[in-house]
Nanobody
Framework: QVQLVESGGGLVQPGGSLRLSCAAS????????LGWYRQAPGKQREVVVG???????HVADSVKGRFTISRDSAKNTVYLQMNSLKPEDTAKYYC??????WGKGTLVTVSS
């Protein structure tokens, strides 16, 4: 089992930026299999940047042009750079390894 630990969440003003990290450890795996999801209060969990076969990614329309995923293989870490944050980005953000391995999440609050 791969362990996933997210960090980097916090309170940020609208228009601000944050970088989330997902540190992975455990069994042999590829960090290219990891993606990011989020769940806002009272809403279903949704994909933010999902991992696709071949190292490709699926980026949700709501974050296109604002959020970027990157990976550091040497550190077994996946990052989510979030720019131009909006109040509707407020959610708990989760690192995900298909099919059903999740981190505990990190909370992002966008508010003035």
């Amino acid at each position: 089992q791969v362990q996933l630990v997210e960090s980097g969440g916090g309170l940020v003003q609208p228009g601000g930026s944050l970088r989330l990290s997902c540190a992975a450890s455990g069994s042999i795996f590829s960090i290219y299999s990891l993606g990011w999801y989020r769940q806002a209060p009272g809403k279903q969990r949704e994909v933010v940047v999902g991992a696709l076969p071949g190292g490709r990614t699926h980026v949700a329309d709501s974050v296109k042009g604002r959020f970027t995923i990157s990976r550091d293989s040497a550190k077994n870490t996946v990052y989510l750079q979030m720019n131009s944050l909006k109040p509707e980005d407020t959610a708990k953000y989760y690192c995900h390894q298909p099919p059903a391995n999740w981190g505990k999440g990190t909370l992002v609050t966008v508010s003035s």
